[in-house]
């Protein structure tokens, strides 16, 4: 009775590889548990290089997300001229690999898991390049998100006043007639490093390098148009950025004047109710809020 033949040392090897890729930890795992393997295997295991088939398996990795630079663009582009698109996804691998286990993935699932775990890399593993990165791909993700969104098609024109700044509005704000609230159509979101939504527009151009200069945080305000797929970008201070969030149609001035009084050290705010009215009304302005009658809110409450 013939026997198997023997694996040679290069089909071994290629065996070897073969597992390699479709299991980020196999080598490892095989290296540990050595005590186990037969000498054939423990001679080779010490001669394969792990690095050069984590980055091979970034680079299958990447090409399952080619799709995904509908969603990040800029951001793939972005990671592509700074070289550390193959070692993102050679990280990405173990994740990745566990995640669709058991599952098949849609693309949506894919953009949701790459964002969700480019964010935690850069918390655990910070550099310049990378932490500007995430802020255009989590800029490009809310863009795509807010096109998309199947409340898009229902936004209507927020109920109550015009926001047009004059005398009566100012003075029924500050006596409490009028309570702000977000418009349905904004949306506030805050980046740490960078404006992604300038830095964006500059790759786009073909400018050869993200910007060098150090952390520069900026509130960006989403602004969806319910007649066309345009998104109003708007950049707006910390203080007209903290008014957006208080702002629920449920506060009166003086309800986020005493909000306002209660910080201290860097965080105090030191304007007085007309300043802030008077800034609530460039917001309603430029839309991003809007008023209902206080009477009206007590009738629904």
């Known amino acids: 009775m013939r026997g198997k033949h023997p694996l040679t040392d290069d089909s071994l090897l290629h065996s070897l590889v073969a597992h390699a890729l479709l299991d980020c930890d196999f080598v490892k795992k095989q290296i540990h548990d050595g005590c186990n393997r037969r000498s054939q295997t423990k001679a080779i295991l010490p001669k394969l290089r792990t690095r050069p088939m984590e980055l091979l398996s970034g680079l299958m990795i990447k090409v399952k997300h080619n799709a995904l630079d509908t969603i990040f663009p800029v951001t793939f582009q972005a990671l592509k001229r700074t070289g550390i698109e193959i070692p993102l996804f ?19 699932d894919k953009a949701t898991n790459f964002l969700s775990f480019l964010n935690q890399y850069q918390i ?30 229902k936004i209507i024109a927020s109920a109550g006043h015009r926001s047009r700044a004059n005398n009566s509005l100012l003075n029924q704000l500050m006596i409490g007639k009028l309570l702000p609230h977000v418009s349905d159509r904004a949306k506030h979101c805050y980046f740490e490093h960078c404006n992604p939504y300038e830095v964006s527009k500059n790759l786009e151009m073909e400018l050869a390098s993200l910007p060098t200069r ?38 009166s001035l003086k309800a986020i004047m005493n909000i306002l009084d209660s910080f201290t050290g860097k965080d105090a705010v030191r304007c007085s109710a007309k300043q802030i009215a008077s800034l609530y009304l460039t917001l309603a302005e ?16």
């Open 124 to 153: 655990a593993n910070p550099t310049k390049a990378g932490l500007l990165i995430t802020d255009l791909a989590n800029h490009e993700k809310t863009l795509w998100d807010i096109r998309n969104s199947s409340a898009r098609s």
């Open 90 to 108: 050679a990280a990405y691998t173990f994740k990745y690999q566990r995640l669709s286990a058991n599952s098949k993935l849609s693309w949506y």
């Open 214 to 251: 150090k952390n520069n945080p900026c509130h960006l305000i989403y602004m969806s148009n319910m007649h066309d797929a345009e998104i109003a970008v708007i950049k707006i201070d910390a203080l007209a950025a903290l008014l957006v969030d208080l702002s629920n149609g449920k506060r």
């Open 286 to 301: 430029k839309q991003i809020i809007s008023f209902c009658d206080s009477v009206a809110h007590q009738d629904r409450s």
